[in-house]
């Protein structure tokens, strides 16, 4: 299984853009970056998901480098909320389930 | 509905105990996995389940057994657990989506601990 790697925390000033680096060099040609987010005691959320263009949805922004081998998660504006471990994973395209392998995360860490 | 709903919430059992955890969701999704999460790590898939049929297996001790009665319900089955299986539950379920992408809906999970 493809891996990913991401720094294990970061801080962010509330109000301001939190921008999440993830690598993943040895992705698959037919593999989607998902990132989901894991708010303390509950279940992972899922956040935005990616092939190969940038992606925006009302929670946030996917960067996807032009080889793939890397991407970013954009929070435009991140609130206390918004602290959580958010996941970096990759999974096939296609198919009627979706084996997701979690990495270690990054803490993101909203200071108001 | 996009909820995918646990029960129970918590549970305190003992080595020599069986019980069972439940999941359901009513999304109309037709893969359903569990997934199990220790303190301050990853969650770790477990079993996948499609329709209806077990699909995947992570090499899961046999004290897990996994079932998956109709559609909308799946239970994992412990039985004989050691202290070291204490950890967060999380059910989840998923539907393939019109551009291949595939959303997981995650439980709020069922915190076990093993006496």
């Known amino acids: 299984d493809a891996k990913t790697t991401q720094p294990p925390s970061m801080d962010c000033a509330e109000g301001r853009a939190a921008n999440l680096p993830c690598n993943h060099s040895t992705i698959s040609g037919n593999e989607y970056v998902y990132w989901y987010r894991q708010i303390h005691s509950q279940g992972p959320q899922y956040i935005i998901h990616?092939?190969?263009n940038n992606e925006t949805n009302e929670m946030a922004s996917l960067i996807i480098t032009e080889d793939r081998k890397s991407s970013t998660l954009i929070l435009p504006h991140a609130t206390l909320r918004d602290t959580a471990v958010y996941y970096c994973?990759?999974?096939?395209?296609?198919?009627?389930?979706?084996?997701?392998?979690f990495g270690t995360g990054t803490l993101l860490a909203v200071q108001p | 509905d996009t909820e995918v709903t646990q029960t129970p919430k918590h549970l305190v059992m003992g080595m020599t105990n069986k019980k069972s955890l439940k999941c359901e969701q009513h999304?109309?999704?037709?893969?359903m996995y569990w997934y199990k999460q220790k303190a301050k790590k990853p969650p770790e898939l477990m079993f996948v389940y499609s329709y209806e049929k077990l699909s995947i297996n992570e090499s899961v001790p046999s004290r897990f057994s996994p079932e998956c009665p109709n559609s909308s319900l799946l239970n994992l089955h412990l039985h004989a657990l050691q202290p070291e299986d204490s950890a967060l539950y999380l059910c989840a379920s998923s539907q393939e989506g019109r551009d291949g992408y595939n959303e997981q809906f995650f439980g709020p999970g069922t915190r076990l601990t093993v006496l």
């Open positions: 994973t990759l999974s096939p395209y296609g198919g009627a389930t979706n084996k997701l392998i």
């Open positions: 999304m109309g999704h037709r893969a």
């Open positions: 990616g092939l190969k």
